[in-house]
C-alpha cells in the first residue's frame, strides 16, 4: 500500500438540510464517509490549550467533525505538513492510515466528533512521532 500524504486527507461536505425549526445534517457511512463505521466518539469539555491527538493509525481511517466551537487538525505525512480549521458540523475531516494528526486550538465550548474505521485497537496506534518517521521511512506500517 502506499503511503498517505496530506493530500488525501479531505475536507467532505455533508449534507445540510436547513429548515426554520433548526438545520439537520446525516451521515451515511460508504456514501458521505468513505469507509465503514466500527466506532464513534467524541471529545467534549476541552481545555481551550490541550491538545488531542497527536499520533497516527497504522491501518483505522477516522473522519473528524466540529460539531459545536471550534479547533485546528494539525497534520503530518512524514514530509510534508498540514493544517484545517474545524468550526461547521456539516462539514467533516477524512484522516486516513499513517497520517500524524493533533486536534489543537480548542475554542470554547467545542465538542469533536470521530467515526472510525475499526474498534478500538492499541497497538494501531503509533504514539511516538520518531516511531512514525521510521516506519514512513521504511515505507512500513508495523515495527
Request: with cysteine; aromatic share 10%.
Amino acid at each position: 500500500m502506499p503511503q498517505p500524504s496530506i493530500d488525501d486527507c479531505r475536507l467532505i461536505d455533508l449534507p445540510k438540510i436547513v429548515d426554520a425549526r433548526g438545520n439537520l445534517t446525516f451521515i451515511e457511512e460508504l456514501r458521505h464517509v468513505p469507509f465503514a463505521v466500527r466506532r464513534v466518539f467524541y471529545l467534549y469539555d476541552l481545555p481551550t490549550e490541550a491538545s488531542r491527538g497527536a499520533h497516527a493509525h497504522r491501518q483505522q481511517h477516522q473522519f473528524l467533525i466540529c460539531l459545536s466551537g471550534s479547533f485546528d487538525v494539525e497534520f503530518d505525512d512524514g514530509s510534508r505538513t498540514g493544517k484545517i480549521h474545524l468550526n461547521r458540523p456539516w462539514k467533516g475531516l477524512h484522516v486516513p492510515p499513517m497520517i500524524w494528526a493533533a486536534e489543537t486550538n480548542f475554542g470554547p465550548g467545542s465538542v469533536c466528533l470521530v467515526l472510525s474505521s475499526d474498534l478500538y485497537s492499541a497497538s494501531d496506534y503509533i504514539r511516538e512521532y520518531a516511531e512514525y518517521l521510521s516506519l514512513v521511512k521504511a515505507g512500513s506500517r508495523n515495527p
